[in-house]
């Protein structure tokens, strides 16, 4: 039995751990098209603000770990993929037969319509030569624009302000992270980032840059900004565009099973680039996050070695981030459902906020800032279907209780 796992990110390597684990006897080959050993893209920060040097990024930190599980590491591009004939096509020519394959080839950065945007100091930070780059231009003092203040964007703020740049952020919605988080607290986070001496621009989205030294960022209020380094941080998508023609279907991701199985006979998918169940909604959507990403990649493990003997029950929406020391975390249906109830507790002085979602007596969602005990309770409440009763209400005045209810809601139910 040949596996082949296409894509050397937590999913893939996941995968090829519990593959072995799992059949002693395959033969296994995982691709990856970057020079450097299996790594995370999350540690590329740190990396940037010297916690770490380059081989603490990566995903294990033996140099013989692949060698050791007998998994060959191929560094080639698959260029297409016949599910009929078995056979993936690489970018030197040569191709490559499987038994089961497993897509798991993640995500890229989107490039936005912006003109000038390829100019030379206009950069992604999603690989390790970004960062390499990064760490090069970003020295203290020097004017940086960064391009989106999503999740990854305030990733990357982090790590340039302690570089001690002059830094720009410049986020065309009305709030920071505006994916995870409600007006009121990206609205926190922004004026936090204030504080700490970062200037945030909302609602203000790049027109045009003007290369040269310095490069010219043009806002489309008109506004211009000077810049020794410009990041963008303007989104991800999935990579799937090797898979035209193939037999695998695609939607925004690739379509699977609840096996993570694609419609292609012998072909799963894992992580960024797959379209997995959330076990909020019960509904099938990319969950761009490393912990989903691991989750996908030992439960493809299992179905490719015995097929679907181990179903996805689905992964929680969740998103946990430190914005030069504040924390904030959002989780499940946090923008709320229609009908359902919320509860909600607002201290601005202090930078601190949270808000509960619900539907009947459960807890289905979550937003919170600058509160950190509350995180795995939140999480336990929502993955756990909890009914709370009677301790709806209480939260409903006080939502700061959610340990006390899950404790006798815990109680009750024992």
């Known amino acids: 039995m040949h596996h082949v796992v296409i894509g050397a990110g937590p999913a893939g390597v996941t995968a090829c751990d519990t593959l072995r684990q799992l059949d002693q006897g395959a033969q296994i080959t995982l691709i990856g098209d970057e020079p450097e050993p299996p790594y995370s893209r999350m540690a590329i920060p740190y990396y940037l603000t010297d916690k770490i040097e380059e081989d603490g990024t990566y995903l294990r930190k033996d140099a013989n770990h692949y060698e050791q599980r007998r998994v060959d590491v191929r560094r080639a591009r698959v260029t297409a993929v016949n599910a009929t004939w078995h056979r993936l096509a690489l970018a030197d020519g040569t191709t490559m037969d499987y038994d089961r394959l497993l897509i798991a ?25 970004d960062g390499r780059e990064i760490a090069r231009w970003a020295q203290p003092g020097s004017r940086v624009v960064l391009l989106g203040a999503g999740f990854i964007g305030c990733i990357i703020l982090e790590a340039l302000a302690e570089r001690g740049v002059e830094l720009t952020v410049v986020e065309p919605m009305d709030r920071m992270v505006p994916r995870m988080m409600n007006p009121s607290a990206g609205g926190l986070i922004k004026r936090w980032c204030e504080t700490k001496g970062v200037r945030v ?64 006979d012998d072909v799963f998918a894992a992580g960024d680039v797959c379209q997995g169940k959330d076990i909020s909604t019960g509904r099938f959507h990319v969950q761009a996050i490393q912990p989903t990403a691991v989750e996908h990649g030992r439960v493809a493990a299992h179905n490719m070695v015995s097929t679907c003997l181990l179903p996805h029950s689905g992964n929680l929406n969740m998103n946990v981030l430190d914005t030069l020391g504040l924390i904030s975390s959002s ?84």
């Not at 912006?114 to 030569?129: F, H, Q």
């Not at 619900?358 to 600058?370: C, E, P, W």
């Not at 336990?380 to 006080?398: A, N, P, T």
């Open 105 to 129: 080839s993640g995500s890229s950065p989107v490039l936005p319509p912006v003109p000038g945007i390829e100019s030379e100091g206009v950069l992604p930070c999603w690989t390790l030569a």
């Open 201 to 264: 621009l909302t609602g203000l989205k790049a027109a045009s840059i003007e290369p040269g030294t310095p490069l010219g960022v043009t806002l489309d209020n008109g506004q211009t900004l000077s810049a020794d380094l410009v990041i963008r941080a303007t989104g991800v998508r999935p990579n799937v565009d090797f898979l035209q023609g193939s037999d695998v279907e695609v939607d925004q991701g690739v379509l699977v099973s609840e096996c993570l199985q694609t419609s292609a």
């Open 331 to 414: 989780f499940g249906l946090w923008q709320g459902v229609e009908g359902g109830d919320s509860a909600e507790l607002l201290d601005e002085e202090r930078f601190r906020y949270l808000n509960v979602q619900f539907k009947d007596d459960r807890v289905v969602g979550a937003t919170s800032l600058g509160l950190t005990d509350h995180v795995g309770v939140i999480r336990g409440l929502i993955e756990g279907k909890v009914r709370l009763g009677s301790w709806k209400q209480r939260l409903m005045h006080d939502p700061t209780r959610l340990m006390e209810a899950y404790l006798a809601s815990a109680q009750r139910a024992a």
